[in-house]
């Protein structure tokens, strides 16, 4: 069992910054893919990011390429989700999720286990 603990969302101007953390506990952290999903009011949850056990398997969707950074401290069982230039159209509830699998998938049903969520609002 793994557990994920999001934190660092929070209300932001467009083109602000904002930086999640995703803290987990229980089984061996560097074996996990952990990956990143957002779901806005109404809307699907959709892929934002993941990195593999090595960091050089990352990656990012479309839409936030260049503008965030994924990264993961295997000694501190943390990744980070540091998000620069924020527009409205980030604004939803940022997940983190765990995956037990060796391929980084961009599907929310091939992840394990999933944090409670942390809100990111981006005013205009």
């Known amino acids: 069992q793994v557990r994920l603990v999001e934190s660092g969302g929070g209300l932001v101007q467009a083109g602000g910054s904002l930086r999640l953390s995703c803290a987990a506990s229980?089984?061996?952290?560097?074996?996990?893919?952990m990956g990143w999903f957002r779901q806005a009011p109404g809307r699907e949850r959709e892929f934002v990011a993941a990195?593999?056990?090595?960091?050089?398997?990352?990656y990012y969707s479309d839409s936030v390429k260049g503008r965030f950074t994924l990264s993961r401290d295997n000694a501190k069982n943390t990744v980070y989700l540091q998000m620069n230039s924020l527009k409205p159209e980030d604004t939803a509830v940022y997940y983190c999720?765990?995956?037990?699998?060796?391929?980084?998938?961009?599907?929310?049903?091939?992840?394990?286990?999933w944090g409670q969520g942390t809100q990111v609002t981006v005013s205009s």
């Open positions: 229980g089984r061996t952290f560097s074996g996990y893919v």
């Open positions: 990195i593999g056990w090595s960091l050089a398997r990352l």
């Open positions: 999720a765990a995956d037990a699998g060796f391929f980084i998938s961009r599907r929310p049903d091939e992840y394990d286990y």
